[in-house]
């Protein structure tokens, strides 16, 4: 035993009541290359309460301190101190019930205990180390933040079932663990056949259980930081776990005892305002990192749902190629300086509202107030303001400039110090917004953690750290949107409408301003973008350097006009983003003349080797029911019109091979398959329909649309209905130009038909 300081990135955290002590674990990655377990069992959990509440109200609580804090209403508090979560939850209830307001009652104490060590991701440890089996150990230290970042280890992992229905069905009969530069494959003797070379390593055995007891053995010694594969909790743990508890074997593969996959419920708010549950399995393994690939790839990428789905043969072909896409999505970098900047865990996803407590309480505590709970924030009346979208011109433009300003709701928080405290608090100097709300100059904590931030992302962006940029990013975001969320402690129908008005003010005011200094006009913009159109005689090459003094000068003339009005120190940055050689703004489908589609446009920017580069926005092909004729399609015909070809014999000839079944291979759909298939009753989708008529399930079909319906690749017999493909995939695309030149996909293909007569 020593005392000593380690310098370590959380892996797991976990908290329970343990009796009549509330207990916190947590697992860490130390720069020693020690794995580290912290166990803390003298942090009570607590809340506040106001100091007018009788004491004998506040009787079950272990401790009650008159502290020197207030309530964002000014009102003075007190804090209550509890053994247990359960004692603190109770009480927090009942005081509620009696109609005594509770302060942060709803602040998980886990998250509590890290904050206000201002601990994200990496902490200090300082204390009594001990030695624990393999494992080093720590009881009760001192923790704070600091800067460390691990290198942690990955282990993908993939399993293999018998089918339902035979004899062992639903059992494992092969296992893969794939690591970098390490991999092996389990089999169960005479189970499934093995398909493909050999591996590096295979592992025969005699029975499943002795697959699942030597593969458990082999995780726990690998002893990686990070499980991976695709559906890693909702399929490849909860089957291990099932199949032990059946075969009567303890599912053990974490750091120490007690790991778990269980499902949880959460509700989801669709689109159409009622609510669906969702069913999620979660898997809580004691000092690992569970990282599902599909959703880690979802978080980081944008991507959609069929990425991180494997489509391979045989569990170890998987498991290589999920370790493979977990590692080219660069899933732990990206998670690692997430989790250091948001303080959420490494496999969190989401969780604005818990980063902004996580980076607002602690310093609202020190400046001497406590927030509310959340769950006596009032839904607003009416949606709150977003962005300002303006009406789009449609048509063809040459040389169009693109403007976005950086950071835009971030820079409008420095600059006119919005902040929930200094909203509340009242007196001393203020600054007005455009808007009419007002804030404090003096006490004010959000714009300071912004400032933080963005010189943070500066550094990042210096160093070549695209991970924390990003990371930065996102969050810096995140913080307009959740205080305009009702499921954030700190909403008001007032703050939120003073970004976003601000926001819409700064964009007309710019748009303004360029119009009438360089007599260009704006043919769109949204939120913070802004489109002007330069006409045909722009000179070649002049574009780009008009584009860097615009920008110039729209800040240098924003920062004088908001010092001047609003006595407004300007963070605005108006950032040049592109030249587009030539452009195109959609007219709204069944609109009035003039009207164009909003967020939708394509531009093209010529290289040098005379290419074009097409970007696309609203139209994009990326979306999962658009075909592989779709997108080719698409691109080609843009690069005609940009080009000024004439474009109906190319759509006519692309109709009629069509028809002739030249492009076959490019007209499959993949969709991924998200419940069980006997989960959908009334109004089967098209992929559920091709799904079902499969001899195995899969979790991403491809199918043709038949003129018997919907019909999986590998079960083809119906002829293809090809006048589907016509009206869904070519007319959409091709449309959208066409109405625009006063003709449409029928006439194009019609008049041309003489051509194949
Ligand atoms: N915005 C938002 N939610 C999104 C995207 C944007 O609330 N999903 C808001 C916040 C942004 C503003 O719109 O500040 C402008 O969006 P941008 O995509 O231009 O993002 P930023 O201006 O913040 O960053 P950048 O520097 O990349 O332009
Ligand atoms: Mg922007
Ligand atoms: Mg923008």
Redesign the pocket.
């Known amino acids: 035993m020593s005392n000593s300081t380690l310098d370590c990135f959380l892996l797991t955290a976990h908290y329970r009541d343990a009796g009549a002590k509330f207990e916190i674990t947590l697992w860490g990655a130390a720069d020693s290359g020690e794995r580290v377990r912290v166990f803390v069992d003298d942090f009570r959990p607590m809340f506040f309460c106001l100091r007018s509440t009788p004491a004998n109200l506040t009787a079950p609580a272990a401790e009650r301190k008159a502290l020197n804090m207030r309530a964002l209403d000014m009102r003075d508090l007190d804090c209550l101190y509890f053994d247990t979560h359960a004692a603190m939850q109770h009480s927090a209830g009942s005081l509620r019930a009696a109609g005594y307001p509770v302060c942060e009652s709803d602040v998980n104490p886990m998250q509590r205990y890290l904050m206000e060590r201002m601990v994200s991701g990496s902490m200090r440890i300082s204390g009594t180390r001990e030695r624990t089996g393999r494992f080093t150990g720590f009881k009760n230290p001192r923790l704070r933040g600091c800067e460390f970042i691990p290198d942690l280890s990955v282990m993908s992992i993939c399993i293999n079932t018998a089918p339902d229905g035979g004899s062992g069905g639903g059992a494992i009969r092969e296992a893969a663990c794939v690591e970098d530069g390490r991999a092996c494959l389990f089999v169960v003797k005479n189970g499934l056949d093995f398909a493909g070379p050999p591996p590096a390593k295979i592992h025969y055995c005699d029975d499943e259980r002795r697959l699942l007891t030597d593969l458990m053995k082999y995780i726990t010694s690998g002893d990686p930081d990070v499980l991976t594969g695709a559906d890693i909790a909702d399929h490849t743990l909860r089957i291990l776990q099932e199949r032990c508890l059946k075969l009567g074997l303890r599912f053990d593969v974490g750091r120490e005892g007690g790991s778990r996959v269980f499902v949880s419920t959460r509700n989801a708010r669709r689109r159409d305002g009622h609510t669906s549950t969702k069913t999620v399995w979660n898997a809580r393994i004691p000092g690992r990192v569970v990282m599902d690939l599909a959703t880690m790839l979802r978080a980081y990428h944008r991507s959609n749902d069929d990425d991180g789905h494997i489509d391979a043969d045989g569990s170890l072909a998987a498991a290589t190629e999920a370790l493979n896409l977990f590692n080219e999505a660069e899933i732990l970098p990206n998670a690692i300086e997430r989790s250091r900047r948001s303080g959420q865990a490494l496999d969190s996803i989401g969780g604005s509202v818990a980063s902004f407590d996580h980076l607002y309480l602690p310093r609202l505590h020190r400046a001497g107030f406590a927030a509310g709970d959340t769950a006596d924030i009032r839904p607003p009346a009416k949606a709150l303001p977003g962005?300002y979208v303006l009406e789009p011109a449609p048509g063809l433009y040459k040389n169009v400039l693109v403007f976005?300003?950086?950071?835009?709701?971030?820079s409008i928080i420095m600059t006119f110090m919005i902040d929930p405290l200094g909203f509340r608090i009242a007196g001393g100097n203020r600054i007005a917004t455009p808007v009419g709300t007002t804030f404090s100059k003096d006490t004010s904590i959000m714009p300071e953690i912004i400032r933080e931030l963005m010189d943070a992302r500066a550094t990042a962006v210096k160093l070549r750290n695209p991970y924390l940029s990003q990371a930065i990013?996102l969050l810096m975001?995140s913080f307009?949107?959740v205080l305009g969320s009702t499921g954030c402690r700190f909403f008001s129908d007032e703050i939120s409408p003073s970004i976003t008005l601000t926001g819409q003010h700064i964009l007309k005011l710019s748009i303004e301003h360029i119009e009438k200094t360089y007599g260009k006009s704006i043919i769109y913009g949204d939120?913070?973008?802004i489109f002007v159109d330069l006409g045909a005689g722009c000179p070649e090459g002049q574009a780009a350097e008009l584009g860097v003094k615009i920008s110039r000068e729209t800040d240098a003339w924003l920062r004088e006009t908001l010092m001047e009005q609003y006595g407004a120190a300007s963070a605005l940055a108006l950032?040049y983003e592109e030249h587009y050689n030539r452009f195109f703004i959609p007219p709204l489908r069944g609109g009035d003349a003039g009207q164009g589609t909003k967020k939708h446009y394509c531009g093209a920017v010529v290289k040098a080797d005379g290419r074009m580069e097409l970007t696309f926005k609203g139209m994009e092909s990326a979306r999962s029911d658009w075909t592989d004729l779709a997108k080719e399609f698409q691109r080609d015909l843009f690069i005609m019109f940009f080009s000024e070809k004439q474009l109906e014999t190319y759509i006519a000839t692309t109709a009629e091979r069509l028809r002739r079944g030249e492009f076959d291979d490019k007209l499959v759909y993949r969709k991924h398959v998200r419940k069980e298939l006997d989960a959908y009753t009334s109004n089967i989708p098209p992929h559920v329909q091709a799904a079902k008529l499969l001899d195995t399930p899969v979790r991403t079909v491809r199918y043709y649309i038949t003129k018997n319906g919907p019909q999986p690749v590998e079960k083809l017999s119906a002829p293809i209905d090809y006048q589907h493909y016509m009206d869904s995939q070519l007319r959409p695309v091709a449309d959208s130009i066409l109405i625009w030149m006063g003709s449409d996909f029928d006439r194009a293909v019609s008049g041309q038909m003489e051509l194949f007569a």
């Open positions: 962005g976005d300003f950086k950071s835009l709701y971030p990013k975001n307009a949107g939120t913070d973008s950032k």
